[in-house]
């Protein structure tokens, strides 16, 4: 059972700290500035081959699919991007023989997955499994791939595993810059980075009380947006399936650049926004598209850094600890795991299983 706490969620959320230590331990390289991942299965040579990565998974998975596609853009410079794993094998997909293709499954069971991988390898593409449960299905039909050690997630509301799953993104996104042109002192930077998570992580979940507070609020409403843009779209996206999955609100993810383009026209006192505003190059332009929200009463919580100016914007503001940029998403998603957890405690739902959803879908 879930011991001392209400939920396995919550227990999961509050185990974060741990697994991160555990998914990182014996994989950095400090005196090359590289990661060491054993169970890849390619050498230097075949890794340098790779012209592009396509990131396959399903819910969550396929959301830190995307986060993982913009470290190895940004990292590796190796054109990268996420699909969902449900629609990949209806398209006739392309399989080229120079694209390095990743599966990210919890379970490692999830069939949508498991049968785009087999409709790769069956055209002989190349396969790494990102995967938490040793042995699973998936994991057998890699070509080799990452072991996330997260431990047993049972809430079927994806966290401790997803925040593995970004780690082991960094990982691969180091490995695969550091055999092209990231410079050995950036690969420093991004393991000392690494090294820090555990700790920063510690501290957002440090503010709990807090986050209750907040996510009262947005329990009210019957309808929400999550906005972000870049690297903290996905991050919107995957607090966006958190806060529907457990609280039933409609949660809706928007690129906050498009919300001018059509959303926009929904904004009203009574639906919020959470917005996901890192300290990066776009920090004042997403500022600006805040405005355009509270201009129209909508109310806004701002998931941010300490050093971004709101100025005089309207807005409860949510600050995380300030790390590597590249570093920022998986930070900036554990304030969403919270609003979810205590918007549903708030409404008296079953957290660990809500309704009409399966831990792992194993048909069709
Ligand atoms: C869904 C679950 O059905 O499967 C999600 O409800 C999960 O929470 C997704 O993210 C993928 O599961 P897995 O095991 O492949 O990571």
Do not use: W
């Not at 503001?317 to 920022?328: F, G, Q, S």
């Amino acid at each position: 059972d879930a011991g001392e706490h209400a939920s396995y969620m919550l227990k999961e959320i509050l185990e974060q700290p741990d697994s991160a230590e555990r998914v990182l331990r014996g994989r950095l390289v400090e005196r090359f500035g590289t990661a060491h991942l054993g169970g890849l299965n390619l050498d230097a040579r075949e890794t340098r081959a790779i012209s592009r990565v396509k990131i396959l998974g399903c819910g969550s998975a396929y959301y830190v699919g995307q986060m993982g596609a913009s470290l190895i853009e940004e990292l590796a410079r190796i054109p990268a991007d996420a699909e969902a794993a449900s629609e990949f094998r209806y398209r006739n997909p392309i399989i080229e023989p120079d694209t390095l293709y990743v599966a990210v499954s919890q379970s490692g069971e999830t069939v949508d997955t498991l049968l785009a991988v087999q409709e790769i390898r069956r055209k002989g593409g190349r396969v790494i499994g990102l995967v938490n449960v040793v042995g699973s299905a998936i994991a057998r039909e890699c070509d080799g791939g990452i072991y996330l050690h997260a431990g047993p997630e049972v809430a079927v509301a994806s966290t401790k595993a997803l925040t593995t799953m970004f780690l082991g993104f960094s990982l691969l996104a180091l490995q695969l810059g550091r055999v092209r042109d990231l410079s050995i002192a950036d690969g420093r930077r991004l393991i000392e980075g690494l090294q820090r998570i555990p700790d920063h992580i510690r501290q957002i979940l440090g503010h709990d009380d807090e986050y209750a507070t907040i996510a009262k609020q947005l329990a009210e409403a019957e309808s929400l947006f999550f906005v972000g843009r870049v690297r903290g779209y996905p991050v919107a996206r995957e607090g966006a399936q958190k806060f529907k999955e457990i609280s039933y609100r409609h949660a809706e993810a928007y690129q906050t650049s498009e919300l001018k383009h059509g959303p926009l026209a929904l904004i009203e006192a009574s639906v919020p926004t959470v917005a996901i505003v890192p300290d990066d190059e776009l920090a004042d332009r997403n500022v600006a598209a805040l405005h355009e929200i509270a201009a129209r009463g909508g109310p806004l919580v701002v998931v941010t850094h300490a050093t971004v100016d709101l100025g005089d914007l309207t807005a409860t503001r949510i600050d995380v600890p300030a790390c590597e940029r590249e570093l920022d998403p998986i930070l900036l998603t554990l304030p969403l795991q919270l609003l979810a957890y205590h918007a549903a405690l708030h409404l008296g739902h079953d957290i660990d299983k809500p309704r009409n959803l399966a831990k792992s879908v194993t048909v069709e």
